[in-house]
Structure formats: structure tokens, C-alpha cells
């Protein structure tokens, strides 16, 4: 699955606007200057900065501060405004570097604590992400939140630089933190995280990850085209078995996402290749209802196949019973019951389909166990036991494409009305 499908959402994160320009910069001055003794050759020098400040000619402030430093005898209250007023000018002029020594200076100085100093870390984490200077961010907003904030906004800045810096497993590890944490709280985790984790994930090549991510995607935000992508990524994963193509076209068919003529006839047929013959014929009875089939050029192309499913059906119901006695005679093991218990289901019989597949598991020797309790959850799903479905689906660990089809059948059952 292609992010541009399932994920555009990161933009919501990434086009974050980071760090408040000067004029929000002149919010950490004031009430250490209205404190401040200043001498009247420096007040001159520093009304002129605060002014320049105030008009968003920042580099031009930063120039006259020259001037104010020129001022002999200055106190420390008198020099921790020069480089409050400094840090303003360069957090309005995009100059983190210079942010960043007016901050060292005043912590040395002993002017900064408490909020007040987690507010400078914020203003220099955010500036360095103003200008993409992504690993210098990070840094700072590490910083922060090691001396204990907590700010959503440094959150996202942290996330942001953490992304375009290329650490995907520390995006991965928080975001998956915070989809836990709303989840616990019983919120839904927002399309943004859902999407910053798809992408994180597809970047670092993390499928497990990124597959949780569509799961939520799916859970929270369900449309066709979420899972006409999901569906289609389980054939795109590595290790796909061809064997379970018929159950992805049940989960298209089940989630409305039949790609026209060529699944509908594709669906039929390999349904009655497999030993499902009743399922092959609702399958065109249901291409015939959207309008799909029974239609130009090919229609009757359509209707062939339509005659040959109604002879299929008549012939596997005619041998139904005898190939179930020659499953049941076999001791050794209860592979020959499973499909014979979900085309029973399938014609209708669901108890007495269940009752089959239920005693091939019991016999065991299974080739393929995944499967088998795949068809019990289908078959218990047809009947209406949703639970039962879902306990039988659970239990799927497969990694051939079999464990990501029973997710799906999980995800999709939690949505269906009773």
C-alpha cells in the first residue's frame, strides 16, 4: 500500500508553522524589564532595540545592540536584558545560533528558570525547525522535554524534526506511545498520528508497524478506499501464497470493492475450481444485481457463465453427500472436511457446515490449520456469530498472507450490524 492512498495526512503534521517570530519574542522581556534598573545612556539604546523589535526589523535590532553594548558599568540585571532583547531580535530573524547563545548567557547568569526557561528551549527548538536545521531541533526539544515539559506543540516540532532528521524507529516508539495512551483514554488516535505512523513505518520499511497502521486506519476511519488498499497490500507482501486469492476476492467482494467485470468473473470461476460452486454462482448472480454483468459486448460471454455455474451447483450438491462419507472414513486426518464444511455453509446448511470443518480440526493432521480456522470463521460469520467468527479468526498467526486476511475479517466483522 501506497502512502499517497492511505496516509496524505502527515501534511497536517509537517506544515507545522515552528517558532514564533520577535514580536512573540518580546512576551519574554517584559516583565524582567519593568524589574530592571536601567541607566539612561542604556534605556536609550534599549528602547530604540524595542522598537525595532516591535516593527519586525529584527536584524536591524540586533545591529543596535551593538550600541547598548557599548555601555560601560553595566549590572548583571542590565546585561540579562541585552540578551533577552537579543533573543527576541534572532528568534524573529531566524538566527537559532544566536538564540542560542543569548540563552547559554542568561542561564549562566542565573536569569532563567522554571517555565520562563522551558518557554527558551521551545523558542529555540521551534526556530531551528523554522529553517529545517532538523537535527539541531531535535536536540532542543529533546532537551526540553528531559527537563520536564510537556507542550503538544513541542510535541508535534519534536515528531517533526525527528521525521526529517531520518529517525523513524524514535517516530515509530512515540507514536505508537501515543495511539496507545488515546486508545486507553478511549479516544480514537487522530488520522494525523495514523498517518505519521503509516509513514514512518513505510519509510523504515517496519511492515508490522505500518500494518497496525492501517488496521487503526481501518477501525477508526473506515472507506472503501482505505480498504480497497488494505486489501491489495496483502497480495503486494512478501511470502504472499497464491492458495488465498480466493480469499481476497471475498474480502473485496465483502467490503464493496470488486474491480469490475474481470473479479466478478475471475471470483466465480476460481470459486468453482476450489470445490465452491454455490459461491461462484452468488458471485455472478451478484455481478448481475450491479449491473456489472448481463451487459454489452460480453454479455453473453456472461450468460455462459452463468449456465455453467447453475450446472456446477446441481453437480457438487449431487455428489455432496458422498464425498463427505469418504472425508469421514479417512482417520488419518480431517483435511477433505474442511472445504466440504464451508461449501455446505455456503449452500445454506451453515450449522451442519460447521459441525464439518469442527470435526476435521478435531481429527487434526491439518496441513494447513490457519486455514481451517479461517473457514470456521467464515462459516460461523454467514450463520451470524460474530463472536464465535472472531474467536476462531484471532487464534490465525500465519504470515503468508493468512494471519493479514483474518485481521481483515476481524476489522471488517466489528463494523457489520447485527
Known sequence: MKLKTLAACMVAVLGLSLGAGGEGGLSLIGAAQAQAKVSAELGKHLTAVQGLLKGGKYKEA????????????????????????????????????????????????????????????????????????????????????????????????????????????????????????????????????????????????????????????????????????????????KGFSDRLVLDVFRLRLATGNMRGEPDYMDMSQTAAQAGFADEGMKVVEAGYAAGVLGQGKDADRHKRLKDFMTKRVAAVKDAHAAAVAAAKEVKSDGNALIPLGLAQAQRGDVKGGIALIEEGIAKGNLKREDDAKLYLGLAHFMGGETAKAQAAWRGIKGSDGVGEIARLWLIHSRSVKK
Open 62 to 237: 540586533l545591529a543596535k545592540l551593538r550600541d547598548a553594548e557599548g555601555v560601560a558599568n553595566r549590572s548583571a540585571d542590565e546585561n540579562a536584558l541585552i540578551e533577552r532583547m537579543r533573543f527576541a531580535g534572532a528568534q524573529g530573524a531566524a538566527e537559532p545560533d544566536t538564540m542560542v547563545r543569548a540563552y547559554e548567557a542568561l542561564k549562566a547568569a542565573g536569569k532563567l528558570g522554571g517555565s520562563e526557561n522551558l518557554q527558551y528551549l521551545e523558542a529555540i527548538a521551534g526556530t531551528y525547525g523554522r529553517i529545517n536545521a532538523n537535527a539541531q531541533a531535535l536536540n532542543w526539544a529533546n532537551r526540553y522535554f528531559k527537563e520536564g515539559g510537556n507542550s503538544a506543540a513541542m510535541k508535534a516540532i519534536q515528531t517533526r524534526a525527528q521525521f526529517l532528521s531520518g529517525d523513524m524507529g524514535a517516530v515509530i516508539k512515540d507514536t505508537l506511545a501515543e495511539i496507545n495512551a488515546a486508545e486507553k483514554a478511549g479516544q480514537a488516535p487522530s488520522k494525523e498520528k495514523l498517518g505519521l505512523l503509516m509513514s514512518a513505518a513505510e519509510k523504515a520499511k517496519d511492515q508490522n508497524a505500518y500494518g497496525l497502521g492501517v488496521e487503526k486506519l481501518l477501525t477508526y476511519y473506515p472507506s472503501k478506499e482505505v480498504w480497497a488498499a488494505a486489501i491489495s497490500g496483502i497480495q503486494q507482501k
